[in-house]
């Protein structure tokens, strides 16, 4: 089945600052690739997708990129503030049509 | 639109025992997802519901299952419970399940579950 790496598992930045984080993915059917924000105690959110058809998306501070080909997948935050300190989670939907979730980063946004 | 919710919030359990959880997914949404989240883990997928029918399962025992009913609400139940069952439960919704176009998954709060 699909299996996706998430790196790094932590991660701290000085306020504006960027932040990136890297996932990999193994299936290559995969074709759908969303980001997730997840703050203590509460649920994760959608911040980003990205479908197979596409290589980058941006959405103000926050973008993607996608390389089919070497099968892997980033976040990029710029411009970071310490309400972007979260753990964010990649996923990617393989051809079991079901979202595996790599392994989180915490990110931590120092003032 | 309201979100998903899922009841209850909180429960504890000992050993032994079975749970029902509930989610309620946003409206016009037919799609559930079921997920485990536990630090060691991290997110992993349970099953997924459309349409009443289990469209979907991932790596879990038996005594994991769930059903959805007709207004696509759904329920998952555990039975005999053990330690490591303890986890943060999430149901998420999507309008449609399996399409060739994926759909955005939207969470609910999540049921946090001890087992003592």
């Known amino acids: 089945g699909e299996n996706v790496e998430q790196h790094p598992s932590t991660l701290s930045v000085q306020e504006g600052d960027s932040a990136v984080i890297k996932c990999t993915y193994s299936d290559s059917a995969s074709n759908y690739f969303p980001w997730y924000k997840q703050e203590l105690g509460k649920r994760p959110q959608l911040i980003i997708d990205i479908r197979s058809n596409v290589g980058e998306k941006k959405d103000q501070r926050i973008a993607v990129t996608l390389n089919k080909t070497a099968k892997h997948f980033s976040l990029h935050i710029t411009e970071t503030q310490p309400e972007d300190s979260a753990v964010y989670f990649c996923?990617?939907?393989?051809?079991?049509?079901?979202?595996?979730f790599g392994s989180g980063t915490q990110l931590t946004v120092l003032p | 639109k309201a979100g998903v919710t899922q009841t209850p919030r909180y429960l504890i359990k000992t050993r032994g025992q079975q749970v029902t959880l509930s989610c309620s997914p946003i409206?016009?949404?037919?799609?559930v997802s079921w997920y485990q989240q536990t630090p060691g883990q991290g997110l992993q997928f349970l099953f997924e519901?459309?349409?009443?029918?289990?469209?979907n399962k991932g790596n879990f025992p038996g005594r994991f299952s769930g059903r959805q009913f007709s207004n696509s609400r759904s329920e998952m139940n555990v039975s005999t419970l053990e330690l490591g069952d303890s986890a943060l439960y999430l149901c998420a919704s999507s309008r449609l399940a399996g399409a060739s176009v994926p759909e955005t998954q939207y969470f609910g709060p999540g049921t946090r579950l001890l087992v003592l």
């Open positions: 409206s016009g949404h037919r799609s």
């Open positions: 996923a990617a939907r393989g051809s079991a049509r079901q979202l595996t």
């Open positions: 519901y459309f349409s009443e029918t289990q469209r």
